[in-house]
């Protein structure tokens, strides 16, 4: 048994190498189910979505502020000057509007 645990480690180690090499990777995904238990307890509250348009901006919607939060960002000030900034701001330079550009 213990040579077949071994053997099941070794051939994946290649998809397990990630989270060895990138100390910020988790093993599972606790941290984003945390984040949308809001959404599936809300879900019968959300009927404004209405339409597949709808639905992928309120996606868009929610990663952006979700982003925010794991990023130690407010995400209502972030968006604010966000959307404030960017009619102005070069498009070459957008990336720099980023959450985690924010942050540092």
């Known amino acids: 048994p213990l040579a077949g645990a071994i053997r099941y480690a070794l051939t994946r180690m290649v998809r397990l190498r990630p989270y060895l090499d990138h100390g910020i990777l ?11 238990r809001s959404v599936a307890i809300g879900r019968k509250n959300y009927l404004f979505v209405g339409s597949q348009t709808g639905g992928k901006a309120a996606a868009i919607a929610y990663t952006l502020i979700e982003t925010a939060k794991l990023n130690g960002v407010d995400p209502q000030a ?27």
Do not use: C, F
């Not at 988790?26 to 949308?36: F, I, K, S, V």
């Not at 972030?78 to 540092?104: E, F, G, H, M, Q």
């Open 26 to 36: 988790e093993l599972d995904n606790n941290t984003a189910e945390r984040a949308m």
């Open 78 to 104: 972030w968006l604010a000057d966000t959307l404030a900034r960017i009619p102005d701001y070069k498009i070459n330079r957008v990336d720099d509007l980023l959450p985690w550009k924010t942050a540092s």
